[in-house]
């Protein structure tokens, strides 16, 4: 079985899906206007997840209000699904975050978050998707 190829194959299609503001902040590294997203007050209980690929990215229960008009969150569900790399882009040193996975752009990571980790990660809302968390039982 070709995992990878299957995966790929899978990828594109999602690509194809995306909203163009989705396709534009996740392909082209693009920043949605502030406090226009889906998500920056969104406060359900569940998971946020790579809107193209699907992998698990950060939990609601890490997720903050930072009043800056884009979701917050001040730690990852693992510290392997997200990539980090330094961004220089105009005139700021940045840590810009990609979805280990697939490479989609979600945001960047700056060292100005809440207690325990310090950690803010800023997200664009069009890099997520929303699971709400089933209810127990
Ligand atoms: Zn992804």
């Known amino acids: 079985m070709n995992a990878d190829a299957t995966k790929s194959t899978d990828l594109e299609a999602r690509i194809r899906e ?20 889906t998500y920056w007050d969104h406060h359900a209980d569940g998971t946020y997840r790579c809107i193209v690929c699907r992998t698990p990215l950060f939990d ?7 009043g800056t008009g884009w979701p917050s969150f001040f730690d990852v569900v693992s510290n392997e699904a997200i990539a ?5 882009t105009f005139g700021m040193r940045r840590v810009e975050l990609n979805c280990a996975t697939c490479g989609a752009h979600l945001g960047h990571l700056f060292p100005d978050g809440p207690r325990p980790t310090g950690e803010r990660y800023c997200i664009n809302s069009a890099s997520l998707d929303f699971e709400p968390r089933p209810a127990a039982g």
């Open 84 to 88: 980090r790399k330094e961004d220089r």
């Open 60 to 66: 609601s229960s890490t997720k903050f209000e930072s």
């Open 18 to 37: 995306l909203t163009p503001i989705q396709y534009d902040v996740t392909q082209h590294a693009g920043t949605e206007r502030a406090f226009t997203g």
